[in-house]
């Protein structure tokens, strides 16, 4: 054993991920080989799939590639979701490691980075962050989405790391420190910079998928955007309330107006005009009341305090 280098664990969630699986599995095994012979990491060091409930052949196959020592297998009892998978890995791996990497089992993320990750770790960052350093290979329609999405977290006062997703290096410690991070809704990219920590980033090109179909469609992504501005910040309960004093005034006005149009003997038609500021306020409220309800749901699940995820095996 390399005495000197440090225990990784490459944490891979997995959902339907058949199609790709294998060939990961070929391709970070021998990256893992090749870190060793820099002495980079430790011969101890492994791959860990977490099967988040899928409904194909992907457990089937983690089970098969599991007779290799350096997979670990985690089988959840049903589909809790990206980020509850993810956690589920990093947190039964986190006694087995110096260190977690986070990884897409799709591999668009670059693994010829990970060797400047760990270069980094080595030099004292407990979390190293990949960032995308373009979003060339993306629809228009998603990287304008995703560049309002990074700018509307910084205008909502959400600390995230601006294109970065969940290609991480987290060191054992800071898992522990996470671990006492309880609730149920969770938005990784928003807890870990609130761990504060020494921390680095390396910059990398995402690549295409090559295999199977992405998790996350238009529906997903913007539930998940939603997820995160009401999981760390107050935003909109603040612009409601600013927006609530805006008409309130507006309301004022308007009824000045009507009294010096009645003391002119103007006649006022206006029904038109009626009609669409009922409607205007109506609306209005109707949103205000459905972000409210957000945020009270939100307390409905985190007073439940019901587990992030089940593991019904580990192999």
């Known amino acids: 054993m390399l005495t000197n280098s440090k225990t990784i664990g490459i944490v ?29 990491i430790s011969d101890k060091s492994f791959l860990c799939f977490v099967d988040d409930g899928s409904k194909d052949k992907t457990w089937d196959l983690i089970q098969k590639i599991a007779d290799n020592n350096t997979v670990r297998g985690i089988k959840l009892s ?10 589920a890995g990093l947190l039964t791996m986190k ?26 770790y080595n030099k004292g960052n407990l979390i190293v962050s ?3 350093d373009n979003r060339d290979n993306d629809t228009f329609f998603k990287k304008i989405t995703a560049q309002f999405f990074y700018k509307l977290m910084i205008f909502m006062k959400v600390k995230t790391i601006y294109n970065h997703a969940d290609f991480r290096l987290v060191d054992s410690r800071v898992l522990t420190e996470f671990e006492r991070f309880n609730e149920v809704s969770l938005f990784l990219r928003g807890i870990f910079p609130l761990l504060g920590f020494q921390t680095a980033n390396v ?13 996350y469609p238009l529906r997903k ?15 909109p309960l603040k612009l409601i309330f600013s927006l609530g004093i805006v008409m309130f005034f507006m309301s004022i006005f308007i009824g000045f107006w009507v009294v010096f149009a009645s003391i002119n003997g103007q006649v006022i038609k206006g029904w038109a005009s009626s ?14 009341l459905g972000v409210i309800g957000e945020y009270i749901g939100k307390i409905y699940q985190e007073v439940k305090h019901r587990p992030r995820y089940i593991i019904e095996k580990v192999i």
């Open 275 to 288: 009609l669409l500021l009922n409607l205007l306020f109506a609306g209005i409220n109707m949103i205000s």
């Open 78 to 87: 049903t589909n809790f979701g990206h980020q509850n998978a993810l956690v």
């Open 221 to 235: 992504m913007l539930s998940f955007a939603w997820n995160g501005i009401t999981s760390f910040s107050t935003a």
């Open 203 to 215: 910059y990398y090109t995402r690549k295409n998928r090559e295999a199977g179909e992405t998790k």
């Open 130 to 132: 990949g960032v995308r």
């Open 12 to 40: 891979l969630p997995c959902y339907n991920e058949e199609a790709v699986l294998l060939n990961s599995f070929n391709l970070l095994q021998e990256k893992i080989y090749s870190l060793i012979k820099l002495k980079l």
């Open 95 to 120: 006694s087995e490691a110096d260190c977690l990497i986070s990884l897409d089992v799709d591999l668009q993320d670059d693994i010829d980075v990970l060797d400047e990750m760990i270069r980094l």
